[in-house]
């Protein structure tokens, strides 16, 4: 896939994310509407970020193996919580209002949601920002937790950690629950808590059976048009999600990850804690050997929990 968005007979460019093409249909070549109602495309691109940049190198793959993961987490928690995918059929003949056969595979036609400015996190296990606030005072997003714990320590129970949406290129901010209350209002703010956490103990368990640890995710909700709360975006993904193998599992340290930790951790070195380029803000391009890693990583990650191949 090219870093740019790319035209898609049938469909109209809507919005490009850091990783993500959204198009609407092109109502005018399908007689005023789409036999699917109000529906959206939702294309994944093989871009990756990191440092809250998007990377000029591509993981080859990686929107396909997002893709086909969530479709399969969607299938988990459908009893859970009603999710936005209405088709992943492909097209017939250009313009039918399908998914374009370029696109097969890496592409779901939704259900446009209006979308709730919440990042719902859960954490079942101590790391990342979660740690960092914790070590700072004790608590995450004001969640008290117990002293002594440690980067990979399990919580006594999963907790809602919500941050607040960001423009790209920022970093979302972890906020309490009471500021998500008003902002969408407790009944809303509620809903999306007991969601979060019931989707990720759901999720936990299914992952603990085939040698995973859900360590923490995110999820992203909207409301359909009857105002009922639905499940949207990515689903419990290498990129929203923090799956660690129980078997390496050892807190007090870093836990080997199945996501873009590989690539991460290679910029890091090169650049130091981090940081961008000398000018900034370019991040440089990936050498092939972080590359085919961080792809093997994404494809066991989705083997091991299926027990399929692509």
């Known amino acids: 896939m090219s870093l740019s968005q790319p035209s898609l007979p049938g469909w109209q460019p809507w919005h490009s994310g850091k990783v993500r093409d959204l198009y609407l249909p092109d109502l005018a070549a399908l007689g005023g509407q789409h036999p699917l109602g109000d529906v959206v495309l939702v294309v994944a691109s093989d871009r990756v970020s990191a440092f809250d ?21 969607f299938d988990q928690v459908a009893d859970v919580v009603p999710h936005h995918v209405l088709s992943v ?50 608590s995450v997003t004001g969640i008290t937790l117990p002293v002594g714990l440690v980067d990979g320590s399990r919580l006594p129970a999963p907790i809602f950690t919500p941050a607040m949406k960001a423009a790209v290129g920022e970093h979302d901010e972890n906020v309490p629950f009471s500021t998500v209350e008003a902002e969408i209002g407790s009944e809303d703010a509620q809903e999306l808590r007991d969601l979060t956490l019931a989707l990720y103990q759901r999720a936990e368990g299914i992952a603990r059976e085939r040698g995973i640890i859900l360590a923490d995710t995110k999820f992203e909700f909207g409301k359909r048009a009857s105002g009922r709360i639905a499940l949207g975006d990515e689903v419990l993904t290498s990129d929203s999600s923090r799956f660690w193998d129980a078997q390496l599992w ?47 990583r994404y494809a066991e990650a989705y083997t091991r929990l299926t027990g399929l191949t692509l």
Do not use: N
């Open 89 to 138: 059929e492909p097209s017939a003949e250009p313009g039918d209002g399908l998914i374009p056969r370029e696109v097969a595979g890496r592409a779901m036609i939704c259900e446009r949601l209006t979308m709730l400015p919440v990042e719902c996190v859960a954490r079942g296990y101590l790391t990342g920002s979660g740690l960092a606030e914790y070590r700072a005072g004790g």
């Open 250 to 296: 050892h807190p007090g340290q870093a836990q080997p990850s199945f996501d873009k930790q590989i690539l991460r951790d290679w910029l890091a070195s090169r650049r130091g804690s981090g940081e961008l380029d000398a000018d900034g803000t370019t991040p440089p391009t990936l050498p092939e050997a972080v590359v085919e890693r961080t792809r093997e």
């Open 53 to 73: 940049h998007v990377l000029p190198t591509e993981i080859p793959d990686k929107g396909v193996i997002l893709t086909q993961l969530s479709l399969w987490w």
